[in-house]
């Protein structure tokens, strides 16, 4: 029997994704449904310092996540600005601020707003 190895980076991601999905009320933002839905990073996640930023993340269902995204990306970046207006900008300036993880801090502060936003939730 093989032991899993605790993976930190993978914990984080998951997470960050469960963060994402609550903020959003575990809809899709774009169309509203709750089923098959992703936490999509608006900057990609190899952006390590935007990782496991909130305002990174948006909740897309499969569809609108690999078809309407990935088919219409100019569309998808006219809808991201109308709908969050200087998010793009704002992000942008995050990217290249320097950053590192320790893990452990990330773990408590990212349990810590799960939990807060769970309270939230009828």
Known sequence: MRIKKYNPIKYCDDLWAEWVKLRDGKKCVK?????????HHIIKRGVWNLRYDIDNGLTLCFYDHF??????PMDYIKWLNDKYP???DKLELKRYE????DYTLLVICLESEIRKLKRRQP
């Open 98 to 101: 320097k950053a590192r993880h």
């Open 86 to 88: 200087g998010l793009l």
């Open 31 to 39: 169309c509203g449904t709750e089923f098959e839905l992703h936490s």
């Open 67 to 72: 078809h309407w995204l990935r088919q219409n």
